[in-house]
Every structure is written in C-alpha cells, then in structure tokens.
C-alpha cells in the first residue's frame, strides 16, 4: 500500500502544474485582453485565478512530501504553521466569495436597463468589481488573521525539582528548590494545551466557502438561467441576448462546477473528519474528496474553453499564429 501512495502522491504536482499553467493563462488573458479586460465578470475571475493557484500548494506539496520524505509543511517551523495555514483558508475562502460576487455582478449587468434603478447600484463597472473585490479581500483577512497570531502558540511548562546537598554548621542540610523550565513546543492547529481550534474553524469555513456562497450562487444562477437561458420563450432573442447568453452559460458552468466539486469535502472536514480519519478506507475516502475539491482550482482554463467561445477561439489564433511562425 505504501507504493501505491507514493505512486499516488505525483499526482498533486501534476495538479499544481496544470493550475499554475491554466491559472496564469487565464489572468493574462483577462487582462491583457481587449476583448475581456472591459468586462467586469472578468476582473472577479482574474482574482479567482491568483486565489486559485495559492490554494493548491499546501495540500498537494504535502501529499508529495509526507510519503517521499516524510514531512509536511506546517509542521517545519512556527512561520509554517501560521502562515502556510492562513494562506490556506484565505485564498479558499477567498476565490469561492469572488465567485458568488460575480453572479451578482453577472446578474446586475443582465438586469440593468438605461434609466432603471438597477443601473445605479455598485456592479457591471471594471472599478465596481476592483472595489468589491478589495474590500472582500479584506473581509477575510481579517477573518483568518486569528490563525497568524494564535496557531501554533501551544506552550508546555516542565517542572523538575532540584534537591543539593549543603554542609551547614558541619551537618548535611538538604535543601531543596523547584526550577521551571519553559519548553516551546510547535503544535500546529493549536491554540492552547485545551483548544484544538482546528474543528471549530473547518466548520466556520464550511460557512464561508460553501454554504454562504452555496446559497448567493442558487439564487442568482436561478434568475440568470430565468433572465437568459429561457429568454427566447418571450421572443426577444437577438445579438445582445446572445452574447449575454454565451457569457452567463459559462459562468454558470464555472459556479456549478465549484458547488458540486467543493462541497462534500468541506462538509466531510467540517463533521466527519477524526472519524474517517482513523480508518484506511476513510483516509482514501478524505484524500480522493479533497483531490476532487483542488481540481476545481485548477479548472478554470479548461471550463473557460469549453464553455467560451470568444476565450476558446482567442486560444486557437495565438496556437494557430504560433503554427505558422514556425512553419
């Protein structure tokens, strides 16, 4: 079995490489392209891209080095075990509110009309999305900074006691004294020897990476899909609909995709975790859902092109140009 997990263990660096080559793909794309970069969807899903990519390396760089080496990140030093650990949750936490954020901002733009008052509110603007991207940002940040104060602060006090022996007036006198002495011991995802924070925050994470987005992406794809997708019911199909329906069709796509690939592995850390985790099959069943909820992270090129087609036909002229430069 231990072959099999080493076998097992490359598959996380393959992940990391295709998110790293996908991701960055996408962020140039979203930016430097006219054709993108003036839609506000667009500046969400450039977020996402960088959040996406942090996301992935403390999981999978662990399940490669915990059976090659026998190490694990966090537990290398005190910096590790705060930082690589914040970075987790933040960058989480992070892309899935961006992206229930951009099916709002999807929705407004859907929605708004000249004059109605839908076209006053924050959204369907490049500074609207940087704004409430920012302050979202932010938000969790601030949210997670208790692990960069707290984690890994577990203090262990060892008491030893001393007895010497000292001739006094010609008699043996025992005298005895009591030394403390500090021992720091680097325990990751604890707070204090009485409270393992760990449980308490995957929950509070279960809140905010699924359920509080689970719920703005339910709503807002609905009426998306009510707004575009079943438009052509009422007659007013044109080019503007269709456009507005390529663009919605494969923001859906990206939101389902996040709902159905994210939530049984946060529900699992969230309630079931210490009791899959001392089983074999349970060990298997935990690392295969949590691999299915880090490739989402690392879907994004792949969702764009299938469901684009403006990004799918922008990939094929810079292959198709450097085809010919070549030839």
Known sequence: ???????????????????????????????????????????????????????????????????NFNLKLEYLNLFNCKFIIFIQFFSLQSSAILLSLMCIDRFMTIISKPGSIFTRLPFSTNKSAYVWSILTLIFIFMLNSHILIFNGNFMQNSIENVTKDEILNGIIVNDTKIEIFIRRKEKCFWYSPNFKFITIWNRVNLIVRNFIPFTLMLVFNTLLITMTLMSNKKGFINKSTIRKRRLTISILSITFAFILMTMPSSILHAFFYEKFAKKYYGVILIRSLDFVSFSFNSTLFLNCFITNRKFRNYIRNIISNMFLKKF
Do not use: H
């Open 1 to 67: 079995m231990q072959i099999i997990f080493r076998l097992l263990s490359y598959l996380p660096i393959g992940l990391i490489i295709v998110a790293l080559i996908g991701n960055i793909s996408c962020l140039l794309i979203f930016r430097l392209n006219k054709n993108f970069r003036n839609i506000s969807s667009m500046v969400y899903l450039s977020f996402t891209a960088v959040f996406d990519t942090l996301s992935l390396f403390e999981w999978n760089l662990n399940l490669f080095l915990r059976p």
